[in-house]
């Protein structure tokens, strides 16, 4: 079983920066593409990077490239979301995942997918 574990989330003023952690356990996650997505209320869970240990982080969407970037420690079992130059439109709920696929190419599979609890990020001044 498969559990992944988000924090770092806070109300932070815009132009600031904010790092979040997912802590993963289980079977097979540590050679697994983790990924995070990000939901505002009343939109659809959209995500915004995947990373895997075959072609390395992948940032989605023009306003995020260059601000975010994906990393995961060592020993893979936790991953983080640096965030930079914060946006109020950055304000959302932040989760990883993974559906243990080991590369980012694969399209995530909803269906199997694990999912930890969110973080909230707040971009207010």
């Known amino acids: 079983q498969v559990q992944l574990v988000e924090s770092g989330g806070a109300w932070v003023q815009p132009g600031e920066s904010l790092k979040l952690s997912c802590a993963a356990s289980?079977?097979?996650?540590?050679?697994?593409?983790m990924r995070w997505f990000r939901q505002v209320p009343g939109k659809q869970r959209e995500e915004i990077s995947c990373?895997?240990?075959?072609?390395?982080?992948?940032v989605y969407g023009d306003s995020l490239k260059g601000r975010f970037t994906a990393s995961r420690d060592r020993a893979g079992k936790t991953t983080y979301l640096q965030m930079t130059s914060l946006e109020p439109d950055d304000t959302a709920m932040y989760f990883c995942?993974?559906?243990?696929?080991?590369?980012?190419?694969?399209?995530?599979?909803?269906?199997?997918?694990?999912w930890g609890e969110g973080t909230l990020v707040i971009v207010s001044g």
């Open positions: 995942a993974t559906d243990l696929n080991i590369l980012c190419s694969e399209t995530f599979d909803y269906g199997v997918g694990y």
């Open positions: 289980g079977r097979n996650v540590m050679r697994a593409a």
């Open positions: 990373l895997d240990d075959h072609d390395g982080t992948s």
